[in-house]
C-alpha cells in the first residue's frame, strides 16, 4: 500500500509542477511501474484524481490547522497532506491511522524527512478536531465546499440560477458513467453487449439507440473487442450532438476539430461507411490517432488533414454538412478532468474569439441548403449561446433548426452545448 500512495504524490507533484494532463501523467506512471496490482492501480486512481477533485477543499481544511499559508508548504509535503486528508475524510474503507503513519512513512523516506513531525502532528490535529465546511451560499462558500474555483461557481450562477449551481457543482464531484458506441460495420447492440458478458464486463443498452453503458469499470488497450474495432468510447452527450447531423450515405461532410475521432466515427457509421468524410486537427499527432482509430473500426471513407480551423480554408468542393467541436474551456466534463479547473480561466475572450472564427469559416465551406453543427463541452453560455447568436446576427441566410444544452445533473451524460444551423 504504500508503494501505491507514493505513486499517487508523485503523479499529484507532476501535475502540480509541471501542470502536465492528469491521465497522461497517471498512464505514464503506470507504465513504469508493471508490476502494480489491480488494486494497487484502483488506490492509486482513487487518491490522484480524489485529490484533484477536492484540492480546494483540502486546502482549506489545512488553511484552518497551520499558520503558515498553504501556498508556502513545500510541495512534495503538501501533497503528502493532501493525499492523507484525502483518504481520511473520503475514504471510509482506509483507517484513519493507517492513511496518517503512511504519510509520515512516505515522509521519512524523503528529501523532506525534517517535515515528518509537522505532518504527523497536522494530520492528528485534524483527527482531533475535523474542520467543518461553510454551509452557505455565498461564492466562497460553495467554492470551498464544492472545490471549484470561485469564478466558475460565479459563471454557473450568472448563467443558470443558484440552485442550479449547486447541483452542477454537486454533479462534478460525482463519477462519470462510462459509455460505448456500438460499431455497427461490424456487430450490432445486443451481440456487443453479450460478448461483454461473456468477458466478464456487465454492460446494458440505453435510451440512445446504439449506446451501451458500462456498469463498472473495463480496461481497452487489452481488450479484443475493442482491438477488433466493436466499438469506441463516446458519452452519451457526444453520441446524441453528431447524430444530430443526420449524415446520410454519399454525402460530402467535414469535421473541422475532429480529434480524438468520436463524432467522426460516429458520423461515418451513420453514413454506413459511404461518400466522403475529412476529419481535420490542428496537430499531426491527433490526426494520427483519428486515422488509426478509423482503421481499427474498419471504416475507409475518412481522409484526415492536419490544419489551423482558424485560418481561411480551400477545399476543392463546399460541403453538404460541417461539424465544429470547438476548443473550449471544458466545464462540462469537469467530473472526467478535474484538472480542467484550476487552468480553464487562462485566456477565455481569446477562446471565443477562435471559436467565432471557426463558425465563421466553417459557413464559407457548407454548400447552400446545407448544416453545421456547432458544439463543445462547456456549458458557459458566453461560449454557446453567445457565440451562435453573434454569428446569426452577422449571417441572414443562417437559420437555428435546433439548440440544446445537456446539464449532467438533469441529463445522464456531460456537460454539452450543441446547435444545428442551416445554411440557406
Same mark, same amino acid.
Given at each position: 500500500?504504500?508503494?501505491?500512495?507514493?505513486?499517487?504524490?508523485?503523479?499529484?507533484?507532476?501535475?502540480?509542477?509541471?501542470?502536465?494532463?492528469?491521465?497522461?501523467?497517471?498512464?505514464?506512471?503506470?507504465?513504469?511501474?508493471?508490476?502494480?496490482?489491480?488494486?494497487?492501480?484502483?488506490?492509486?486512481?482513487?487518491?490522484?484524481?480524489?485529490?484533484?477533485?477536492?484540492?480546494?477543499?483540502?486546502?482549506?481544511?489545512?488553511?484552518?490547522?497551520?499558520?503558515?499559508?498553504?501556498?508556502?508548504?513545500?510541495?512534495?509535503?503538501?501533497?503528502?497532506?493532501?493525499?492523507?486528508?484525502?483518504?481520511?475524510?473520503?475514504?471510509?474503507?482506509?483507517?484513519?491511522?493507517?492513511?496518517?503513519?503512511?504519510?509520515?512513512?512516505?515522509?521519512?523516506?524523503?528529501?523532506?524527512?525534517?517535515?515528518?513531525?509537522?505532518?504527523?502532528?497536522?494530520?492528528?490535529?485534524?483527527?482531533?478536531?475535523?474542520?467543518?465546511?461553510?454551509?452557505?451560499?455565498?461564492?466562497?462558500?460553495?467554492?470551498?465546499?464544492?472545490?471549484?474555483?470561485?469564478?466558475?461557481?460565479?459563471?454557473?450562477?450568472?448563467?443558470?440560477?443558484?440552485?442550479?449551481? #449547486?447541483?452542477? =457543482?454537486? @454533479?462534478? +464531484?460525482?463519477?462519470?458513467?462510462?459509455? %460505448?458506441?456500438?460499431?455497427? !460495420?461490424?456487430? /450490432? $447492440?445486443?451481440?456487443?453487449?453479450?460478448?461483454?458478458?461473456?468477458?466478464?464486463?456487465?454492460?446494458?443498452?440505453?435510451?440512445?439507440?446504439?449506446?451501451?453503458?458500462?456498469?463498472?469499470?473495463?480496461?481497452?488497450?487489452?481488450?479484443?473487442?475493442?482491438?477488433?474495432?466493436?466499438?469506441?468510447?463516446?458519452?452519451?452527450?457526444?453520441?446524441?450532438?453528431?447524430?444530430?447531423?443526420?449524415?446520410?450515405?454519399?454525402?460530402?461532410?467535414?469535421?473541422?476539430?475532429?480529434?480524438?475521432?468520436? #463524432?467522426?466515427? =460516429?458520423? @461515418?457509421? +451513420?453514413?454506413?461507411?459511404?461518400?466522403? %468524410?475529412?476529419?481535420?486537427? !490542428?496537430?499531426? /499527432? $491527433?490526426?494520427?490517432?483519428?486515422?488509426?482509430?478509423?482503421?481499427?473500426?474498419?471504416?475507409?471513407?475518412?481522409?484526415?488533414?492536419?490544419?489551423?480551423?482558424?485560418?481561411?480554408?480551400?477545399?476543392?468542393?463546399?460541403?453538404?454538412?460541417?461539424?465544429?467541436?470547438?476548443?473550449?474551456?471544458?466545464?462540462?466534463?469537469?467530473?472526467?478532468?478535474?484538472?480542467?479547473?484550476?487552468?480553464?480561466?487562462?485566456?477565455?475572450?481569446?477562446?471565443?474569439?477562435?471559436?467565432?472564427?471557426?463558425?465563421?469559416?466553417?459557413?464559407?465551406?457548407?454548400?447552400?441548403?446545407?448544416?453545421?453543427?456547432?458544439?463543445?463541452?462547456?456549458?458557459?453560455?458566453?461560449?454557446?449561446?453567445?457565440?451562435?447568436?453573434?454569428?446569426?446576427?452577422?449571417?441572414?441566410?443562417?437559420?437555428?433548426?435546433?439548440?440544446?444544452?445537456?446539464?449532467?445533473?438533469?441529463?445522464?451524460?456531460?456537460?454539452?452545448?450543441?446547435?444545428?444551423?442551416?445554411?440557406?
Amino acid at each position: 500500500m504504500a508503494n501505491a500512495r507514493k505513486i499517487a504524490v508523485k503523479a499529484l507533484l507532476e501535475v502540480e509542477k509541471e501542470k502536465s494532463y492528469s491521465n497522461l501523467t497517471l498512464a505514464a506512471l503506470f507504465k513504469e511501474n508493471p508490476d502494480l496490482s489491480s488494486q494497487d492501480k484502483a488506490l492509486i486512481s482513487n487518491i490522484f484524481y480524489g485529490v484533484l477533485d477536492r484540492k480546494i477543499t483540502l486546502d482549506y481544511f489545512l488553511s484552518k490547522l497551520i499558520k503558515t499559508p498553504v501556498s508556502k508548504i513545500k510541495p512534495f509535503t503538501l501533497c503528502v497532506l493532501r493525499s492523507a486528508l484525502y483518504q481520511i475524510v473520503y475514504l471510509d474503507k482506509i483507517p484513519d491511522s493507517a492513511a496518517v503513519n503512511e504519510a509520515v512513512k512516505l515522509m521519512k523516506n524523503s528529501k523532506e524527512s525534517y517535515m515528518s513531525g509537522f505532518v504527523n502532528a497536522v494530520l492528528r490535529n485534524f483527527l482531533r478536531n475535523p474542520v467543518e465546511l461553510p454551509e452557505g451560499d455565498t461564492v466562497d462558500d460553495l467554492s470551498v465546499k464544492y472545490s471549484c474555483p470561485k469564478w466558475i461557481v460565479e459563471n454557473f450562477i450568472k448563467d443558470y440560477s443558484l440552485n442550479d449551481a #449547486k447541483e452542477l =457543482l454537486e @454533479a462534478s +464531484l460525482k463519477a462519470a458513467p462510462l459509455y %460505448l458506441r456500438v460499431n455497427t !460495420l461490424k456487430t /450490432h $447492440r445486443d451481440a456487443l453487449i453479450l460478448k461483454l458478458s461473456q468477458q466478464g464486463v456487465e454492460a446494458k443498452s440505453t435510451e440512445t439507440e446504439n449506446a451501451v453503458e458500462i456498469c463498472g469499470g473495463m480496461t481497452f488497450n487489452d481488450n479484443e473487442l475493442f482491438k477488433n474495432g466493436l466499438f469506441h468510447v463516446q458519452d452519451l452527450s457526444s453520441q446524441k450532438c453528431a447524430a444530430l447531423l443526420e449524415p446520410r450515405e454519399n454525402e460530402r461532410i467535414l469535421d473541422l476539430c475532429a480529434a480524438p475521432g468520436g #463524432k467522426s466515427f =460516429l458520423v @461515418a457509421q +451513420l453514413m454506413n461507411n459511404k461518400g466522403t %468524410l475529412f476529419s481535420c486537427d !490542428l496537430y499531426e /499527432h $491527433r490526426t494520427r490517432l483519428i486515422a488509426e482509430g478509423a482503421k481499427r473500426l474498419g471504416i475507409n471513407i475518412i481522409t484526415t488533414k492536419t490544419l489551423d480551423a482558424t485560418k481561411p480554408l480551400s477545399f476543392s468542393e463546399p460541403f453538404d454538412a460541417v461539424l465544429c467541436d470547438v476548443p473550449c474551456s471544458g466545464l462540462g466534463i469537469l467530473r472526467r478532468k478535474p484538472d480542467i479547473k484550476y487552468n480553464a480561466h487562462k485566456d477565455l475572450g481569446e477562446l471565443e474569439k477562435i471559436q467565432g472564427q471557426i463558425l465563421r469559416n466553417a459557413a464559407k465551406l457548407v454548400k447552400k441548403g446545407g448544416r453545421i453543427l456547432y458544439s463543445t463541452c462547456t456549458i458557459r453560455k458566453a461560449e454557446n449561446e453567445e457565440i451562435v447568436r453573434a454569428f446569426l446576427t452577422e449571417n441572414k441566410n443562417a437559420v437555428l433548426r435546433y439548440e440544446h444544452t445537456f446539464l449532467p445533473h438533469k441529463e445522464t451524460a456531460d456537460g454539452f452545448y450543441t446547435a444545428l444551423i442551416e445554411i440557406n
